[in-house]
């Protein structure tokens, strides 16, 4: 079976067909750096970093460009209220972001590039637009003309004659209101490029059309971002490009928001969740199994216990791992994820059906290790490692070795509790089990629960 994928531009799921055979090329639109991340925003770059993942397990050799705008009118306007210089705010927030995807356990993407980094690009667009009456100057703005191309809203499924176009301050001298800006005149104090047509910055779709353009070419497979984005970023950036002679994207894929009371998580509602708090919370690992559960096209609405939820989930799947380890040695991951499991990844990224075999296979090892079937108990370790390996969650890779939250303090609480287990095994030696039931259950209020193992007693967290 091929992959298939949910294609926005045709409202349906379509079968991958690379334009280049044995290569994807996707182009995911990155972060706005005005302030960190919280978890809606790293959940976009989850979701296509499972993508890629599964591109790569498929054999395909993958290239991944994901921006960074790092100047925009949101950021200029942290620069007035902080007095911080723009390219410092940009700056820390990029690092931010990229703290928050390694902490998730992301691959990099294959270039990164940055807006500020490729004016040259813009402007070569921009003239190539306007040469072809697709664009205008207008007091030192730079629009695109959008009657000019009649596709224009095919993406978003609008009407021209009900379109609002969003607008920014300083916008003026366009032939139509509907019209948007790819450059933006310089304003007293605000940072500013030359041009042709005077000196000014870049508007916001312009950079996503250019950089696409450089590092992937006139054509390439997969454009992503969340569903905020198919109105206007996306259709302005259809518009740009293909206006330009591009034949840009293929497929359109987007993933839906992290909510939180029914709306957008977002800085401006003020209902974020930043990733660098999440993390002193949760393990990062559980937070990449929350995040990255769902399939990428439904809503996840945050709730504290749901986070619980999912960590009891993937506290059942390390569980296993754990104690498969402890009786059958260490495993190495399976050349080949099972069928099921292939079907479920292929079929639009179906990462909950994926799961779900996984949770079968772990059910089916604990039954093999508490019947003592080592052999069955081996082969279900390695079928898990496999899958759990593809969606970027095996607590065994070395990606997450000493990355998990509280790391050194671990440390000490397993010399602590052993001390305590060492007197809870000497009580039973001694055959005074009241005060070994004690031990445990003292252990138990405190949040650890005591598993019996024939290599001895073990501790985790209970996440009951």
Known sequence: MSIRLYDTS??????????????????????????????GHIRSYLNFDVMQRWFAYRGYQVTFARNVTDIDDKIIAKERELGTPWWQIAYENERAFNDGYDALGCLRPTVEPRATGHIPEMIAMMRGLID????????????FDVKSYPDYLALSNQKLENL????????????????????????????????PWGRGRPGW????????????????????????????HHENEIAQSKAFGDDFAGFWVHNAWVTMAGEKMSKSLGNSVLVSEMVRRWRPIVLRYYLSAPHYRSMIEYSEESLREAEAGFGRIEGFIQRAVERCGAVDAAPEVPPAFAEAMDDDLGVPQ??????TAVRQGNSALTADDKENAVARLAEVRAMLGVLGLDPLDPQWAGAERGEDLHGVVDSLVHLVLEQRQAARARKDFATADAIRDQLGLAGLAIEDTPSGPRWTINSQ
């Open 132 to 143: 072809k009456g697709h664009a205008y100057a207008a007091e030192g703005n730079v629009y």
């Open 354 to 359: 994926a799961l779900a075999v996984v949770h």
């Open 164 to 195: 609002q176009q969003p607008s920014g301050d300083g916008e003026t001298g366009k032939r139509d209101p509907r019209d948007f800006a790819m450059w933006k005149a310089a304003k007293p104090g605000e940072p500013s490029w030359d041009t």
């Open 10 to 39: 045709t409202r349906q799921v379509r079968d991958f067909v690379p334009l280049v055979p044995g290569c994807v090329s996707i182009y995911l639109c990155g972060a706005t750096v005005q302030s960190a991340p919280h978890i």
């Open 205 to 232: 779709h312009l950079e996503c059309s250019a950089m696409a353009h450089k590092y992937l070419g006139e054509a390439f497979d997969i454009h992503g971002g969340g569903l905020d984005l198919i109105f206007p």
